[in-house]
């Protein structure tokens, strides 16, 4: 099956840090971009952050660049996702997904462009608040 896990998530206070993985298990990550997606309450499901399969590359929204940071080790088929300076508005559940190698992180802004190979997951909680 192709599956992707998330987890990490949890609560946190505004301002803090949390780091979320996304692991395959029975196959590899090393032929994919990764591409993190989150969804809040009554909000269309967004990316997040993407890297190349290779690590080479890597891209964020605006809304969480320069506070986060995506990497991978593909010995351990992982990806990670460093989330600091969280804000409440970070609260949301996250989601992530794989892209084959040639399509490179291409539509990972939009979930409905970004050609995921693997089925949505329950992906893990992420809650912000004091």
């Known amino acids: 099956q192709v599956q992707l896990v998330e987890s990490g998530g949890g609560l946190v206070q505004p301002g803090g840090s949390l780091r979320l993985s996304c692991a395959a298990s029975?196959?590899?990550?090393?032929?994919?971009?990764i591409g993190w997606f989150r969804q809040a309450p009554g909000k269309e499901r967004e990316g997040v952050s993407c890297?190349?399969?290779?690590?080479?590359?890597?891209y964020y929204a605006d809304s969480v660049k320069g506070r986060f940071t995506i990497s991978r080790d593909n010995a351990k088929n992982t990806v990670y996702l460093q989330m600091n300076s969280l804000k409440p508005e970070d609260t949301a559940v996250y989601y992530c997904?794989?892209?084959?190698?040639?399509?490179?992180?291409?539509?990972?802004?939009?979930?409905?462009?970004?050609?995921?190979?693997?089925?949505w997951g329950k992906g893990t909680l992420v809650t912000v608040s004091s």
């Open positions: 029975g196959w590899t990550l090393d032929y994919y971009a």
């Open positions: 997904a794989a892209q084959r190698k040639t399509y490179g992180c291409s539509g990972y802004t939009s979930y409905t462009e970004f050609n995921a190979v693997n089925n």
């Open positions: 890297i190349t399969h290779y690590g080479d590359n890597t």
